[in-house]
């Protein structure tokens, strides 16, 4: 693939696209919060880039909005303004996409033209299209799947499809960044750290699940204690609601329970990481950024702690959204430290 020198502005197009992915899950995760997801009933790929543009037109999308089960179940005393307020941030999100596509796109076939996008880079590029044109379309799956005269909300289930989709394309970028990025003579053969790596993304991705259910079925409201759960342990009312299957992925209290259960767990072998990362030789890159990782995890677990003790009648919004940003940025941590540990590999072809 060449020097990263000469990668140069890929590299920075790829970083960019990264951030803006980031932003992405952001506005997703405020969209899911403020209940904001099923305000727009309509897809429209180039007209719905823009809002309403006059009083009657807005008029129009609210009566939309009243058709369906959110608005009469739930926010039937909504005024046009709180409308407007919901509305935004669907708008928002789905215009994030739409200018994400045009920043991946218009640069894509300016470097194939220019070539400064090799023949063996290709491949590699087209698989990131289809993995964006992937999450837009379970996005727009999952909206339209609420539209109806049932679901107050969109499925939790649907919602996490939709976010670890959005976090498989956020690692993808980023390990092709990585590879254009970082010379091989940087890399580490570390079999023993990469073995703990590949467990501890496993653990994070079950984590990261539970936390799109926790989003999704507002469970926080389930327990606001720490680091009790409503006084105990091992809360009652776990397994209660049916099968054990439904239990762990609609029960409140279990999913909260095991979305707080598996950041503990996640403690005992990121510590074994880090003592086992002490004895690699100072000045590589894997070992100046062994701390990173961990530090992640700490401010992690102490944004869901500060999201619990302020849930009351509403989940603070702020806590919760940082929560959700640190964990992506405890993920890329991880794929940093593995894509650093893994021996020498060969490049994508």
């Known amino acids: 693939m060449g020097s990263p020198k000469n990668n140069r502005s890929v590299v920075i197009w790829l970083y960019v696209g990264l951030v803006m992915i980031m932003i992405q899950v952001v506005i997703g995760g405020i969209t899911r919060l403020t209940g904001s997801g099923l305000s727009i009933t309509e897809w429209k790929p180039i007209l719905g880039a823009f809002p309403p543009m006059n009083e009657q037109a807005w008029l129009d999308a609210f009566d939309k909005y009243k058709e369906i089960a959110q608005f009469k ?14 509305f935004f941030w669907e708008w928002l999100h789905r215009d994030w996409a739409r200018l994400m596509g045009l920043v991946f796109i218009f640069p894509f076939i300016y ?3 220019s070539k400064k996008i090799q023949q063996n880079m290709v491949k ?6 289809l993995l964006g044109g992937l ?3 379970i996005g727009w799956i999952m909206v339209k799947s609420g539209l109806n005269d049932e679901n107050l909300y969109v499925s939790h289930i649907r919602l996490a499809i939709h976010f670890i989709s959005a976090l498989i394309l956020l690692c993808y970028v980023f390990w092709f960044a990585l590879k254009l990025s970082i010379s091989e003579n940087q890399v580490l053969h570390v079999p023993e750290l990469k073995k703990i790596n590949v ?24 327990a606001i204690t720490w680091p009790d759960i409503n006084g105990m342990l091992w809360p009652t009312g776990m397994f209660s609601q049916g099968s054990f ?6 029960n409140l209290i279990t999913v909260q329970f095991i979305h707080r ?12 990481w880090v003592l086992k990362a002490q004895k690699l030789a100072a000045g590589t890159l894997l070992y100046n950024f062994r701390f990173l990782p961990v530090l992640f995890l700490v401010v992690q677990i102490l944004l869901g702690v500060l999201t619990v003790l302020n849930t009351s009648s509403e989940i ?34």
Not at 73 to 86: Q, T
Not at 266 to 271: A, H, S
Not at 320 to 329: E, P, Y
Request: aromatic residues 16%.
């Open 73 to 86: 179940n739930l926010n039937s005393h909504f005024s046009l303004s709180d409308f407007k307020f919901i």
């Open 111 to 113: 470097f194939l033209i």
């Open 124 to 129: 590699p590029m087209i698989m990131l299209f």
């Open 135 to 137: 999450q837009g379309a």
């Open 199 to 222: 467990l501890l993304l496993v653990l994070l991705t079950f984590q990261l699940i539970y936390g799109a259910f926790m989003a999704g079925l507002h469970a926080a409201f389930a």
């Open 245 to 250: 299957l439904e239990d762990i992925t609609h």
């Open 261 to 272: 259960g598996l950041a503990y767990i996640i403690c005992i072998p990121i510590i074994i």
């Open 316 to 349: 603070p919004l702020i806590y919760a959204i940082l929560h959700q940003f640190v964990g992506m940025l405890f993920l890329l941590s991880l794929v940093y430290t593995l894509f650093l540990s893994r021996g020498k590999l060969s490049r994508f072809r």
